[in-house]
């Protein structure tokens, strides 16, 4: 070919990485509607920057991270307003920054921006970023955030941990989520890094992961999933598992990982087989079930294995990951002492349902118009005077603190993966286990709340060491929009000396209670 012609193939390529390219620390993230078809069926999405999943946003521990979220929304069917939660962070000082609408800030207004600028000093791993604003990231608007850490502890594990070795797992719907039923009986699809299919087209295209033989690959899945989850697993291989939710683990090796909406997993996988192609399977746990046809699956190709699909077969998992055989790889005190009860302050979760909404301890959360920050800015600083009544937990400052959430027939949907923001708390119990472990349990920020029918009763720990509202509630969004969720005012009293809000942050509020109801 021509030198020409080589160039504009150079620059063509060049452009396609250029699409998919990380962001950060610092970026503009633009939100517009757009039309999409992951598994060939055209509709419109809330994406970023052009694309859904959004791009990787990246960057070192110790990074100032400054995001400025540019709303260019037009569709009110996905909302015209929007506001992003950075999963993962422990927002210290920015509580303002952390996201979710009605908690922490009300909504950015369309055709506004607001800069998200916050401060990481002190976590790395695999986090991710959403709408954090009715069921509008059902819609399009997620995706990867990693922090990488030059000094990683597990550095010698790998040899390859870029942009590509991010893995997405998505909830595809072909119906917008304000169009179809408020509890949807499963997605058209599941998207591996923005790709997939649908039963009704399997020759819509699949991602494709390569690899070269002899090379160990620090894989970072991540659940941006709106509601179920996925059992992961790559045929042939074996998965080692380091990190949990940005919380680094004691090395676990698995075959297949059952993910729940808004977990991650690193794991390294040793590309030791025989030169091939090897399905990459990530199977929900309800819905469109299954590999037929390509569905729920991804490629992952060695380098001079043809550009075919795989023949590879599924074995039974032997090894599947059972979260009490992940650890901490640094040795972590759990708060409180190591009994039952053994805390500051323990609370239960009594999960209920009345057909049409969750209730937690009698109440079905219902976003206040003033966000739960600005009215323990203005002063509210009891449970009896903040609003949602009956839906906000105050929690005193620097005390060790127990949630139970007793698996339950009355809150249907389970597994219900439980996250609270601004921390990573320790699973003392976890699903499928009556022990509880106050010696050398993970760490994570999303836990699994199990099944009624294991009779399970998941408690997880924490400290109260960072002031501010933070949200707690069931990630799968269409039960977060049922009112499955209450709101921890930890150390009200200190709140606004540690959170100083900038005069943007302010005026969210008069510019959005300004809208008419459909430009919101």
Known sequence: ???????LTFITISLVAVAHAAVGPVADLTITDAAVSPDGFSRQAVVVNGVTPGPLVAGNIGDRFQLNVIDNLTNHTMLKSTSIHWHGFFQHGTNWADGPAFINQCPISPGHSFLYD????????????????????????????????????????????NDDTVITLADWYHTAAKLGPRFPLGADATLINGKGRAPSDTTAELSVIKVT???RYRFRLVSLSCDPNHTFSIDGHN?????????????????????????????VLNANQAVDNYWIRANPNFGNVGFNGGINSAILRYDGAPAVEPTTNQTTSVKPLNEVDLHPLVSTPVPGSPSSGGVDKAIN????????????????????????????????????????????????????????????????GAPHPFHLHGHTFAVVRSAGSTVYNYDNPIFR??????????????????????PGPWFLHCHIDFHLEGGFAVVMAEDTPDVKAVNPVPQAWSDLCPTYDALDPNDQ
């Open 118 to 161: 916050f401060q990481v000093p002190d976590q790395a791993g695999t986090f991710w970023y959403h709408s954090h604003l009715s069921t509008q990231y059902c819609d399009g608007l997620r995706g990867p955030f990693v922090v990488y850490d030059p000094n990683d502890p597990h550095a010698s594990r790998y040899d390859v941990d």
């Open 239 to 267: 998965l080692t598992i380091i990190e949990v939710d940005s919380v680094n683990s004691q090395p676990l090796e698995v075959d297949s990982i059952q993910i729940f909406a808004a977990q991650r997993y690193s794991f």
């Open 213 to 215: 033989k002899g090379k």
């Open 445 to 466: 920020d999303v836990v699994s709340t199990g099944t009624p029918a294991a009779g399970d009763n998941v408690t997880i720990r924490f400290d109260t060491n960072n």
């Open 349 to 412: 979760m009594a999960f209920n349902f009345n057909g049409s909404n969750f209730f937690i301890n009698g109440a079905s959360f219902v976003p206040p118009t003033v966000p739960v920050l600005l009215q323990i800015l203005s002063g509210a600083q009891t449970a009896q005077d903040l609003l949602p009544s009956g839906s906000v937990y105050v929690l005193p400052s620097n005390a060790s603190i127990e949630i139970s959430f007793p698996a339950t027939a009355a809150a249907p």
């Open 1 to 7: 070919m021509s030198r020409f012609q080589s160039l």
